[in-house]
């Protein structure tokens, strides 16, 4: 059977260029059956004679968790101390010693034998023996697409011999492979060899570390030629790739314009900052560690494979190159191979993914069940075009003891459940018994919400699967032991995905109602807008993985001291915006919060469980809010816009609201609810037996309706009367207009005859008695010349009415008529 094989390749930006992984190459066509072997030539020992050099190796992490130590404000990593100075006054020339060099093909002859070619699933690379029992050192990059379900990497390894003519054939055999120690982030693996071949061939690790300019060979299984390729070519430089290029990328951007002004010198500065950190970021999220630059023209394919001295010696691997410069190649430092192999052992190890670093490395911090708290870890990789990200984490501190709790742990973040997704496969972690380890691990393979199996993660690494464990989904109460959290489960499952990770009753069961922060529940990432062009910014769109806000400073109090376009990240993680109104966005949930007495703080939060339009938002809930955060039901506010900046006394908070889609009150009376007369739809002509034509006219979209009824057909109709005109032109006399918004109903009454609706009803549930009845007054100061009153006992009863709502009893007799030829039976007063 043919195997594809896919190239396996990653990329960051490296100033204008891509750094390009070297593994997964489709594989080439390979040379017919071995022929004979020649012994490899060996180098002969020389004494050195000075000191060996050798870099100094220091311990790296992963950038994620470097990245999440300075959110979480534990600061940056201590920087690597510099390397030891030689007892001598320079260092040798090279790492060769006296004696030692070899002709260019006496050394490749010393190294290939001991490169083989490795192979998974959908990738090929190359590896170098280094342990004559059959120990292999490799890219991690190389070996990772052979992940098996128990998280073991198995790979197939096929050897080569040194024909008499001076090249490499493959060995018709190929061997079972296992990886027995890996470390991504140095992008290091080690592959043992099941039952290898006898008398294997294997290189030697230099005794010192390469030289700038010193002549070195590297070979490999390119892609694009033959296997065991060689390429000779000189070290160009050596060092930490993310550091060095950090730095380059700021060289030209520090030098300002002498005729710059001081605000303009400023900016640039703040500009070649943001670079260099987005240039240390992007190469620490590819790889870390000792690297070896050179301009051997490597290619897909020669990853993993050995880059040698003149003698023959292992000075670095192959391990990537700049996608617009071939000639400058990337390999993993002989320093770093050296302290890897050090040490490790003989059996297969589960390379588990790391919720730590896996996800992205832009971690935000974020209180995704908005109480207040932050709880939630969120990293991200990179955003798809039809939207989503390729890989996301979120790390759930469910107690909320981060930064409360005194026990130590090895990691930054006090998660007690981890949700990491890459690409079709989602994993879940657990810490079921509360000891600040994760013991339980579930995997997801379709990325459905429902685990496909369960391991327990046992101390020491070991990993066991256990089908008593495995919940019905990705998010599942049962795990948590303490009952007092699974509300708070409940939540974060609902902002991140719903139904998907957890069951319905869960979602139930959280349905309690928090008051969200105001300040940072929209997320805490943002930019401000001045609305107005006076410019002094008063609105700031924010958002967070799960959520997004809006905050405005309408008396540009906090807001107006930034420049328009600006990131408010920074004012918005201290707290420090006074917004005298706040929506908050969540799934379908939307929060709008007044500070209605400019005192900063919240007394008047408005909420809707129906925010699946922007444009048309209600409150279905309402509630003061007292200096204590006590939550107080106003229900003069339900069934009205949930967005009303005349609660804040504001002028410039209308004109703030221009730049939004929001659908906003146009006052506090009568324009604080819907509009019968401006739906989404036309107006068209219903026909209603036993009635005339124009009694009925209504318009429809996909998630609203409107029905305007002229009960005493006191309108006019021309022949070619169009309704939308009609309406439009305020030439409709309807006596009774029922709103249907997001599932709810308006239903407007002019009780007197007047040609001015004078009650409405809201209908929180069509079929259900209404939950709220206002009283439309004249009032020259309202637009519309309406006001707006409560009339609590006007809402007891059925929304249909026709007994007492009309003062006219023939009106009355022609709607109980009518009523039932619209209306279910339940709706309408008996």
């Known amino acids: 059977m043919t195997r594809r094989f896919a190239k396996g390749t990653a990329a960051v930006f490296v100033l204008s260029g891509v750094i390009v992984a070297c593994g997964g190459s489709r594989p080439a066509r390979t040379a017919g059956p071995a022929g004979s072997a020649t012994p490899a030539v060996k ?440 009952p007092a959290l699974h509300t708070r489960l409940g939540k974060i499952a609902t902002a991140i995905g719903g139904t998907r990770y957890t069951s319905p009753e869960a979602i139930m069961a959280a349905r309690t109602i928090t008051l969200p922060d105001a300040m940072l529940g929209g997320g805490t990432q943002g930019r401000v807008i001045d609305s107005d062009g006076n410019g002094r910014p008063d609105l700031a769109f924010v958002r967070g993985s799960f959520s997004r806000g809006l905050l405005v400073d309408a008396d540009e109090d906090s807001l107006g001291g930034l420049k328009n376009g600006e990131a408010a990240d920074e004012i918005l993680k201290a707290k420090k915006v006074d917004a005298e109104i706040s929506i908050i966005t969540q799934g379908n949930t939307v929060w709008a919060m007044y500070d209605t007495t400019n005192d900063g703080k919240v007394d008047l939060a408005l909420m809707t469980t129906n925010g699946t339009d922007e444009s048309w938002l209600y409150a279905m809930n309402a509630w003061k809010i007292g200096v204590n955060k006590e939550m107080t039901p106003a229900p003069e506010h339900i069934g009205r816009k949930l967005v009303r900046p005349g609660l804040v006394a504001l002028p410039r908070a209308v004109t703030a609201f221009r730049a939004t889609a929001y659908d906003v009150a146009a006052d506090e009376g009568v324009g604080s609810l819907p509009d019968p007369h401006q739906p989404k739809g036309d107006f068209r002509f219903r026909d209603v037996k036993g009635f005339p034509k124009g009694t009925v006219i209504e318009a429809q979209s996909l998630t609203s309706s409107a029905m305007l009824i002229d009960l005493d057909r006191d309108t006019k109709l021309a022949a070619d009367a169009n309704p939308e005109k009609l309406v439009n032109d305020g030439k409709f006399d309807a006596e009774i207009a029922i709103v249907s918004r997001g599932g709810s109903e308006w239903i407007y009454y002019d009780t007197d005859g007047d040609k001015k609706y004078d009650l409405v009803l809201f209908v929180p549930t069509p079929g259900h008695e209404p939950t709220q009845a206002f009283r439309l007054t004249p009032d020259a100061a309202a637009k519309g010349g309406m006001a707006l009153q409560v009339d609590a006992q006007a809402a007891a009863g059925k929304a249909i009415r026709h007994k007492a709502v009309f003062k006219n009893k023939a009106l009355a007799a022609k709607w109980k008529a009518l009523a039932p030829k619209l209306f279910k039976a339940s709706s309408i007063e008996d």
């Not at 010393?110 to 280094?130: C, D, K, N, Q």
């Not at 730590?356 to 935000?364: A, E, I, L, R, Y």
């Not at 759930?396 to 990491?420: C, N, V």
């Open 43 to 482: 180098a002969s020992a020389a004494a050195p004679s000075r000191a060996e050099v050798r870099e100094r190796v220091v311990p790296h992490t992963c950038a994620t968790r470097t990245k999440l130590a300075q959110l979480l404000g534990r600061g940056a990593p201590a920087p690597a101390p510099p390397p030891e100075e030689s007892a001598e006054s320079a260092p040798p020339p090279s790492s060769v010693g006296a004696g030692a060099r070899l002709a260019g093909n006496q050394a490749y002859r010393a190294v290939a034998p001991a490169t083989v070619l490795i192979r998974s699933e959908r990738a090929m690379g190359t590896g170098v023996v280094f342990d004559p029992r059959g120990y292999v050192v490799t890219n991690y990059h190389v070996v990772a697409d052979g992940l098996q379900k128990d998280f073991v990497i198995k790979v197939d390894v096929s050897f080569g011999d040194l024909t008499s003519t001076g090249r490499m054939s493959r060995k018709e055999k190929s061997y079972d492979g296992v990886v027995v120690k890996a470390d991504p982030v140095r992008d290091l693996a080690l592959v043992k060899v099941i039952d290898p071949p006898a008398k294997l061939a294997s290189v030697k690790l230099a005794k010192s570390a390469p030289q700038v300019a010193e002549k070195v060979i590297s070979v490999g299984h390119a892609g694009i030629g033959f296997l065991w390729a060689a390429k000779t070519c000189n070290v160009a430089s050596i060092g930490e790739r993310q550091q060095d290029a950090s730095i380059l990328a700021g060289l030209d951007c520090t030098r300002a314009d002498p005729a710059s002004s001081p605000e303009q010198a400023a900016r640039q500065k703040k500009a070649c900052d943001e670079q260099k950190k987005m240039m240390a970021e992007a190469f620490m999220a590819r790889t870390q560690g000792l690297a070896v630059q050179t301009d051997c023209a490597i290619t897909h394919g020669d990853s993993g494979g050995p880059l040698v001295n003149a003698a023959g010696e292992l000075v670095g691997l192959n391990q990537s190159v700049a996608a617009d410069l071939a000639t400058a190649s990337f390999h993993v430092h002989l320093d770093e191979i050296r302290e890897f192999t050090s040490k490790f052992g003989e059996e297969p190890i589960a390379v588990l993914p790391d919720p730590f670093c896996d996800g992205g490395v832009s971690p935000t911090l974020e209180d995704v069940d908005l109480d207040g708290v932050p709880d939630t870890l969120v990293t991200k990789g990179t955003a798809g075009i039809l939207g989503g990200y390729d890989r996301m984490a979120v790390l759930i501190d469910l107690d909320q003891d981060h930064f409360t709790r005194t026990k130590d742990s090895h990691e930054p973040f006090a998660a007690d459940i981890a949700l990491l997704t890459l690409r079709d496969t989602a994993y879940v972690w657990y810490d079921t018994d509360g000891d600040s380890r994760f013991d339980l691990l579930l995997v997801d393979k379709g990325h459905d919400g429902r685990p496909d199996v369960a391991y327990r993660l046992e101390p020491g690494g070991r990993i066991k699967e256990d089908k008593a464990a495995l919940p019905g989904h990705d998010l599942d109460a049962k795990l948590v032991r303490d």
